[in-house]
């Protein structure tokens, strides 16, 4: 019989409904029933594209006997983290501060107040490597409930009490010195892997918002730009279907978490824009493409709105397996290629003995993660001339030959935080890559979100599956589509969407911020009140909250100038100056608000219609101008920058509120732009 998790939408939460677990969603009755049965609660977090969220479902929560025991001697919730960030990010804090250390799936225990008295993530089935098995964990939490529960309730405490006092700003306020912005560059520098990019050991993550926060410091774009090249070379990136994966388990960008993540892909669509700007390398341009590309064919729903990720495991009839789908031996590449296959064996670097195999299935081998460690001018001069067409024309076959294989698990939920970031990416492609399929898809979204996630008063529900829009909006969707919403205008012209972007922001301002605490809060409004309220200022996978918040605040001033909107977006880097110089790297939203506050204020206003402005727009497409309020327009409107001055496809271009003469020469307006 289905569990309760069957009348649910969450994909995640979905997979779970045939457990033999009497799994509860989040909800005041699961909680009530603990009460009432006097039993703890198990918490356990995750979400659908999660590999070893699978790895534990299969050996304890499918398993009859562990299921009994569960069910006898708690009261057992299940929370996709995806739909509940919130939730996630409050026992994630108390699992880090028991652990050391976080991760998915995530198991917590509770008591029937909420309070966390004991945590970890994966637990496995038998003991091993160090760590206790599932069931030892599951007696030992009862026997010290039924038995010791002053211990349980003096853990749930001070546990309580620590996750509250974390989440609260040190209030160790301050301005930044003079030369901050310089000293965080010298800081990432610290962690920098000059051989292969990216910072620290494996694994390694992109790091999208330190990657676009060095991009703006001439003194750290190489460190940027170089890591981009070396993923784009890696098997992070699908080399066939476009797109990166979740991350590399090694320091050599070779071996990846297959899952795809919506948020990955979106914000580093426009890191390599912004790297193509710099630098006019077409392989930016090029990884760009077939990353929105890989969006729009396998992520991109019928309304407009946009999946959240695939799952890492190919299914199979022994159970899933991790990378099947992406992954390749010489056997199959020749199948597919014939006499051609030689030519994609050695671009891919393609063995016998492979660089990969799921240790959890052995039977399947070893296999290759595709790359391509030799760049194609040298493999040219290696294979000759048409190597370069040839290997396309190669890909294009492999592509195809794998896209009958079995496919991962699509998590088709739709958030709107995450969409806010594919918004931005889209409106980038098209205002930077002159291409309007991208600014079709950009208003689309934008309708679909407008019509279906924003309730009467303005505000947002956070998450969209099955024709229904659930959840409270948090800051996150607040304020990363409102920044999506002033990137679609930039590339646009349409001021109704800078209007949405600043009613956004009056929520943001209303309901997520804290005057006396100098920070954003995750959670608010008519959100559910939890243990503690988190100020997020660390950017984890994304651009952090009070870092979204913060550059919203920065544009509103540009655009409408709103001194209190810079104040408040001054004062948030202020409230965390400890943590900014004291970390080297996870902080670059917080460094990008920070550079940007210490930028001139610079406006580019191009009126005319779209076809007089179309000259003056291509030209500004190739300069990199991450902090000019860019404003395109018919004509004159409501905007200072727009005000009282006439079209004809004209260019203003104007620093600190000087603006120079206007011009309608695209060679005029580059020497006007390059002196910025």
């Known amino acids: 019989m ?62 009859e006997r562990t299921a009994a025991f569960m069910n006898a001697h708690f009261v057992n919730i299940k929370v996709d983290r995806e739909e509940r960030p919130d939730v996630d990010a409050v026992y994630m804090a108390a699992t880090q501060a028991l652990t050391g250390q976080g991760g998915w799936p995530m198991t917590v225990f509770l ?34 409930w039924q038995n010791r529960r002053d211990q349980a309730l003096g853990n749930a405490q001070a546990l309580t009490e620590h996750v509250r006092g974390a989440s609260q700003p040190t209030r160790r306020e301050g301005e930044l010195p003079g030369g901050a912005l310089a000293r965080a560059v010298e800081n990432a520098a610290r962690l920098y892997d000059a051989q292969f990019g990216g910072f620290g050991r494996a694994p390694k993550f992109p790091a999208p918002s330190t990657l676009d926060f060095l991009l703006t410091q001439p003194q750290g774009r190489e460190m940027a730009l170089h890591t981009l090249r070396m993923m784009g070379a890696g098997g992070i990136y699908d080399q066939l279907g476009g797109g990166f994966h979740r991350y590399s388990v090694d320091a050599q960008w070779l071996v990846p978490h297959f899952e795809k993540m919506l948020y990955d892909n979106a914000q580093l669509v426009r890191t390599l824009l912004r790297a193509y700007q710099l630098t006019g390398e077409d392989d930016f341009a090029r990884l760009a493409r077939e990353t929105l590309a890989y969006l729009e064919r396998e992520m991109l729903a019928p309304d407009g709105g946009f999946y959240s990720a695939q799952d890492a495991d190919t299914p199979t009839e022994h159970g899933g397996v991790e990378g099947l789908t992406f992954t390749w031996t010489p056997d199959e590449i020749r199948a597919v290629l014939g006499e051609d296959a030689d030519l994609a064996l050695r671009s891919f670097n393609v063995t016998a003995q492979g660089n990969f195999r799921d240790p959890h299935q052995p039977a399947y081998g070893s296999r290759n993660v595709l790359h391509t460690p030799t760049p194609l001018p040298a493999l040219a001069r290696e294979l000759g001339d048409d190597a370069a067409q040839r290997l396309q024309a190669a890909r294009a076959k492999l592509f195809a030959a794998r896209q009958v294989r079995p496919q991962p698990h699509t998590d088709d939920k739709v958030l709107t935080s995450w969409n806010g970031l594919v918004l931005a990416a889209l409106a980038d492609a098209a205002r930077i890559l002159g291409e309007e399929k991208y600014l079709d898809l950009a208003r689309r979204n934008a309708d679909f979100v407008h019509r279906e996630l924003r309730l009467p008063g303005g505000t947002l529900r956070h998450t969209f599956k099955d024709g229904r829009a659930s959840v409270e909006g948090l800051l996150e969707d607040h304020a990363l589509y409102g920044l999506g919403l002033v990137a679609l205008f930039q590339a646009g012209g349409d001021l109704a969407h800078l209007h949405w972007a600043r009613e956004l922001w009056n929520i943001v301002r209303r309901d997520f911020w804290d005057e006396g605490a100098g920070v954003f809060y995750s959670s608010g409004g008519h959100a559910e009140t939890l243990l503690t309220r988190q100020a997020s200022f660390f950017d984890s996978a994304i651009l952090s909250d009070n870092a979204a918040a913060a550059l919203l605040g920065v544009w509103m001033n540009r655009y409408f100038g709103d001194a209190e909107a810079e104040a408040i977006a001054r004062r948030t880097v202020q409230s965390f100056h400890a943590e900014l110089l004291a970390a080297p790297t996870g902080l670059g939203g917080l460094w990008q608000v920070a550079a940007f506050l210490e930028a001139p ?76």
Not at 51 to 63: D, G, I, K, L, T
Not at 116 to 138: D, H, I, N, W
Not at 635 to 644: K, N, Q, T
């Open 2 to 63: 289905p569990n309760r998790l069957a009348q649910e939408s969450s994909p995640y939460l979905l997979q779970h409904q045939d457990n033999p677990v009497d799994w509860w969603p989040w909800s005041p009755e699961a909680f009530a029933e603990a009460r009432q049965r006097d039993v703890p609660v198990l918490l356990s977090v995750g979400y659908s594209t999660c590999h070893w969220c699978h790895v534990m479902a299969h050996e304890s929560f499918e398993n």
């Open 111 to 144: 008591t029937p107040d909420a309070e966390p008295f004991y945590a970890g993530t994966y637990f496995p089935p038998q003991e091993g490597m160090g760590m206790p098995s599932f069931m030892r964990v599951l007696a030992s939490i009862d026997d010290v």
């Open 601 to 676: 204020h610079t406006e580019i206003a191009v009126i005319g219609t779209p076809a007089e402005r179309q000259p003056l727009e291509r030209e500004l497409a190739w300069h990199f101008l991450p902090f000019t309020a860019l404003a395109p327009a018919d004509e004159g409107g409501d905007l200072p920058v727009l005000e009282a001055r006439p079209g004809g496809g004209q260019a203003y271009v104007c620093v600190n509120h000087a603006c120079q003469l206007p011009t309608r020469d695209p060679a005029e307006l580059a020497r006007q732009v390059a002196a910025l």
